[in-house]
Every structure is written in structure tokens, then in C-alpha cells.
């Protein structure tokens, strides 16, 4: 699969990615953050840039995402996603963090996240001092 992005074309050479034009775009955006900004910031200052570089680009989203989670028709409780995100290829959740490393904890969260809204793939940035570590997190119900 081919994606072209500002004028360059890039291959994707994996057959079996989910949404592999979305994923590369936001993992577009997301280096690019990282590249401008850097590390050591609040993770409400990768929001914004976040939701700056999605503007820019074809992507559709939400932020701050709303989901009710319901047991029996019941609202139970209740979730806000950093980004609800509709791509050329596909929906995902965008999940930012600051830190070290993605945690077991914020995996299984994530997890809960594609359960409740019946997706597959969500996307895990975690802007670390000297990196963007990405991760994808898959719901195979």
C-alpha cells in the first residue's frame, strides 16, 4: 500500500496492518510533535500540539471524546478519550501519556476503551525526555 503524505509517497510494505494509512498518519503527527517540542512537557501541552498537527492534517477527530459505558441500558460510568479519529482506511483511539514507557495498566485501559466502543486499534503515544515511544493496541474481541 502506498500513502502519500505532503507530496512524498511512502510504501507500506505489511499486507495484514489495520488501518495502516490512519496509523501512519498519526504516528506522523506524533513525531512531529515530538520533534518540535521535545520532551519533558505536561501531557496537556502534547494535546494541543497534538490537536494542532491533526488540523493540519486530513484526519477527522474529536478530542476529549465522550463514551457512557452501560450495563443492561444503564449508564454505569463513563470514559473520555484523547482522540476519537476517522482516517481514509479506518477509526481509532488516540491515546496520549507522558513518562518512561506505556504501562501494562494503560494497555488493559485502552483495551476497555475499543471494547466499550466496538473498535479495533487504538493508538498509544507516550512522550518521554528523548522520545515518542508508540505503541498499537489491538481489540480482537
Known amino acids: 500500500m502506498e500513502v502519500d ?3 512524498k509517497i511512502y510504501t507500506i510494505h505489511k499486507e495484514d496492518l489495520l488501518y495502516p494509512e490512519t496509523s501512519y498518519l ?8 515530538y520533534k518540535k517540542l521535545g520532551g519533558g512537557h505536561l501531557e ?5 500540539a ?3 498537527g491533526l488540523n493540519d492534517s486530513i484526519l477527522k477527530y474529536k478530542s476529549q471524546h465522550y463514551v457512557p459505558l452501560t450495563y443492561k ?6 470514559y473520555f478519550l484523547d482522540f476519537y479519529i476517522e482516517g481514509p482506511d479506518g477509526v481509532l483511539v488516540l491515546e496520549l501519556k507522558r513518562g ?3 504501562t501494562a495498566d494503560l494497555i488493559e485501559q485502552t483495551k476497555k476503551y ?6 479495533q486499534l487504538a493508538v498509544v503515544g507516550c512522550f518521554t ?12 474481541y
Open 5 to 7: 503524505r505532503g507530496g
Open 26 to 33: 498519526v504516528n506522523g503527527v506524533l513525531i512531529d510533535v
Open 44 to 48: 496537556k501541552v502534547y494535546h494541543k
Open 50 to 52: 497534538v490537536e494542532i
Open 73 to 78: 441500558n444503564k449508564n454505569v460510568g463513563k
Open 100 to 102: 518512561k514507557f506505556v
Open 114 to 119: 475499543l471494547i466499550a466502543l466496538n473498535l
Open 129 to 140: 525526555f528523548d522520545s515518542v515511544v508508540i505503541k498499537r493496541v489491538i481489540n480482537e
